[in-house]
């Protein structure tokens, strides 16, 4: 029987002795895709063995041509059989379709077909490859596949009056193709029985899928959201341990000496400590500016202060510089900035209003040599803190 990487060799070996035009810019691709597969097939695995699924994929697809992508937007579904040999290396039969669009931008003018694609994927688990442990809450799995393409329902594109030289290759028939695909999954963890998977993928299909023709390949990209359902977990069996006799000894009988009496210390007492703590803070405003239109990191140093110690009291100093204004003015803002400030405290962080008082000393007290740092409120806050020693 052929193991994994023989089959894929084989398989390889056939497609790409192919000389047709159109082969040459998927050969790359696929060697790529196929080496990574071979090298996941040989990889020693964790406990986990194996597992089945089924999953339901829907989202949009994009045949690229030479037009806004948000025209060529359509959407897109899937439903597809998986099963994982080792936790490492698995296949699924992939069945996709419905719907492709293409179009003629300088004529405003696009056109819609159905289309079909079975295709059968190798798959490779990068995080249970690179990692001994198979318990990952996100997997990331690369993937490639062929496939055969069915496409029909190309009456849009036939009802449309162009030149023949535009479309040359519009076909009346239903249309069969090749599929080759690659692509990436992001996958929830597989030992959950339903899962959520995002996929994205590129396809390469013949150069008539989209009925234009450039002398290569049409590329179909696909972004689908999906959900799983995964059964049949098999786990490789532990080594059972090996079973240790015990040769058990006749005791050797020995004078035990009478115990030392150990005075007995007594216990250590508990004794709750107050230290009084304290903290001084500074607030600055503009010119005629009462008020903090955001909160404040000093704002909140104040108020973790008062939530953190005990019988808190926080006293708020209002200042008007005496370069502006005159002494009246200045005393009624002073007021108001120390007045706002414990306003803002109490509604932003839930403290104890009755623990704060506010006073204004206007532009009589020049706390700081600068004329515009007395535009200010200082606060001095003093607390309680306890603390509990042993003695």
């Not at 193709?177 to 959950?192: C, D, F, I, P, Q």
């Not at 002073?334 to 007045?339: D, I, N």
């Amino acid at each position: 029987m052929c193991t994994v990487s023989e089959i894929i060799r084989i398989f390889a070996r056939g497609y790409l002795n192919q000389n047709s035009k159109e082969m040459k810019q998927k050969r790359f691709l696929l060697i790529a895709a196929l080496s990574v597969l071979m090298a996941g097939a040989a990889t020693a695995q964790d406990k986990l063995k194996s597992y089945s699924y089924v999953e339901a994929q829907g989202g949009v697809q994009l045949t690229s041509t030479n037009a806004p992508m948000d025209k060529l937007l359509t959407p897109t579904a899937s439903l597809s059989f998986g099963h994982y040999f080792t936790p490492v290396i698995g296949a699924r039969l992939h069945v996709n379709g419905w719907q492709s669009k293409s179009g003629f931008e300088p004529l405003d003018q696009y056109y819609k077909w159905k289309y079909v694609t079975p295709s059968v994927d190798l798959m490779i688990n990068l995080c249970n490859l690179f990692s001994k442990s198979t318990n990952h809450a996100l997997n990331v799995i690369l993937l490639g596949g062929v496939g055969v393409n069915y496409a029909w329902d190309n009456d849009e594109l036939n009802g449309l009056s162009l030149d023949p030289k535009l479309a040359p290759l519009a076909w009346d028939k239903d249309r069969l193709n090749h599929n080759l695909r690659a692509g990436l999954r992001l996958e929830t963890n597989v030992r959950k029985p339903f899962g959520v998977s995002l996929e994205v993928n590129a396809n390469s299909v013949d150069d008539r899928f989209n009925s234009k023709s450039n002398d290569a390949d049409d590329w179909q990209f696909t972004a689908q959201l999906g959900l799983s359902w995964r059964f049949g977990h098999k786990y490789r069996k532990s080594e059972p341990a090996p079973v240790v006799r015990e040769v058990v000894e006749e005791p050797v009988k020995e004078v035990v000496p009478a115990p030392a009496v150990v005075e007995k210390k007594p216990e250590p007492k508990a004794v709750v400590k107050r230290e009084t703590v304290k903290l001084h803070k500074e607030v600055f405003y503009g010119i005629r500016v009462s008020e903090n239109e955001t909160p404040s990191a000093i704002m909140k140093e104040v108020a973790d202060f008062m939530k953190q110690y005990k019988d808190v009291k926080v006293k708020a100093v209002g200042y008007a510089d005496k370069g502006t204004g005159n002494p009246k003015v200045n005393k009624v803002y002073a007021q108001k900035r120390a007045e706002q400030f414990k306003q803002d405290l109490v509604s932003r962080y839930n403290v104890d209003a009755s623990a704060i008082t506010i006073d204004s000393k206007g532009d009589t007290v020049q706390p700081f040599a600068d004329n515009d740092k007395n535009r200010c409120v200082i606060i001095d806050a003093e607390g309680v803190k306890e603390y509990t020693v042993y003695e």
